[in-house]
């Protein structure tokens, strides 16, 4: 299995070049930011996981900007979102965006994406709650439209594009109906998630990997129904703190990546983490 790692980089903690550095040597496949554009002091959205948000979610590095630092010192290394909060984007520009953190890593970049938590950052981007997850549709449509190999116009219920020239294209091509990189969609399982992976995505980005045993055959099913290919379904447990159990349990299940949760925390902390899951990997 393949071990990657998510972390919320700030600007207290330890920097995006020297985790990617030390991750590609001790042999981890990849590295997830999260995003958050800000978060609204006055605020009545709860934090999901109960009690008060930690300090990092208002410190967060641009993820793309700081998953560009890291592929620039690194070969291997994956690279990827999780999640962008894709409705708080206009997509055209980050159509551009993808794209070219895709071409300039020589495809290593996976877009994970979903539909947020906090009504009031969502807000502030004009974007209204109830309509989210429609809209992240809409936004993936076009974006498709404007990574296919040849000039394709979108017309959807939030936007349009008309036919253009726009480079650089995604490195990875075209697979079933996903055009980009590599898509997984963040969420807790239920009808409406499982319609959009197997519409848009490559698979799915389950946080905290919990009830996995019981969503998969249900994903799997609403997945062959819309005709995808059984074998091509990723599912990859996402902030996952690990331990033996749990991996041996995943690897039962057919996953074949797992995102494991770092500390928020200066080069020193993370380190001694990072040796700590070391023992995870797999030998080389």
């Given at each position: 299995?393949?071990i990657?790692v998510t972390i ?8 995006p070049?020297?985790?990617a550095?030390?991750l590609?040597s001790r042999?981890?496949s990849?590295?997830y930011?999260p995003e958050?554009?800000h978060?609204p002091?006055e ?9 008060d948000l930690?300090?990092e979610?208002?410190?967060t590095?641009?993820p793309?900007v ?8 690194t070969?291997?290394?994956a ?5 962008t909060?894709?409705?708080q984007?206009?997509p ?6 993808i794209?070219t953190l895709d071409?300039l890593?020589g495809g290593r970049?996976?877009?994970g994406l979903?539909?947020g938590w906090n ?6 981007h004009?974007v209204e ?10 936004w993936?449509g ?5 990574w296919?190999?040849?000039p394709?116009?979108?017309e ?6 008309r036919p253009?020239?726009?480079f650089?294209k ?5 697979r ?7 898509t ?5 399982a239920g009808?409406?998630?499982?319609a959009?992976?197997a519409e848009?995505?490559?698979g799915w980005?389950p946080?905290?990997?919990?009830g ?7 994903l ?11 074998a091509?379904?990723?599912?990859v447990?996402y902030a996952?703190?690990p331990?033996p ?8 299940l057919g996953?074949?990546?797992t995102?494991?949760?770092l500390?928020?925390a200066?080069?020193?902390?993370v380190?001694?983490?990072l040796?700590?899951y070391a023992?995870?990997l797999?030998p080389r």
């Amino acid at each position: 299995m393949r071990i990657a790692v998510t972390i919320f980089l700030t600007d207290e903690t330890v920097t995006p070049t020297r985790l990617a550095r030390e991750l590609e040597s001790r042999g981890f496949s990849g590295l997830y930011l999260p995003e958050h554009t800000h978060i609204p002091v006055e605020r009545t959205t709860p934090y999901p996981v109960g009690g008060d948000l930690p300090r990092e979610y208002g410190r967060t590095l641009d993820p793309f900007v700081a998953l560009g630092q890291a592929a620039a010192v690194t070969e291997r290394l994956a690279l990827g979102t999780g999640i962008t909060l894709v409705a708080q984007h206009d997509p055209i520009a980050l159509a551009k965006q993808i794209a070219t953190l895709d071409h300039l890593s020589g495809g290593r970049f996976t877009l994970g994406l979903g539909f947020g938590w906090n009504v009031e950052e969502a807000a502030d981007h004009g974007v209204e709650w109830r309509g989210r997850r429609e809209l992240v549709r809409d936004w993936m449509g076009l974006m498709r439209a404007l990574w296919s190999e040849e000039p394709v116009g979108y017309e959807g219920e939030s936007g349009s594009v008309r036919p253009s020239f726009a480079f650089p294209k995604p490195a990875q091509k075209p697979r079933g109906p996903v055009v980009g990189p590599r898509t997984l969609v963040g969420g807790a399982a239920g009808p409406r998630l499982f319609a959009h992976i197997a519409e848009y995505a490559d698979g799915w980005l389950p946080i905290g990997g919990r009830g996995l045993g019981e969503s998969l055959p249900v994903l799997r099913s609403v997945w062959t129904d819309a005709g995808r290919d059984p074998a091509a379904l990723q599912v990859v447990p996402y902030a996952v703190r690990p331990t033996p159990g749990k991996l041996t349990h995943y690897a039962e299940l057919g996953v074949e990546e797992t995102v494991v949760q770092l500390p928020p925390a200066g080069e020193a902390e993370v380190l001694r983490v990072l040796d700590e899951y070391a023992g995870f990997l797999e030998p080389r």
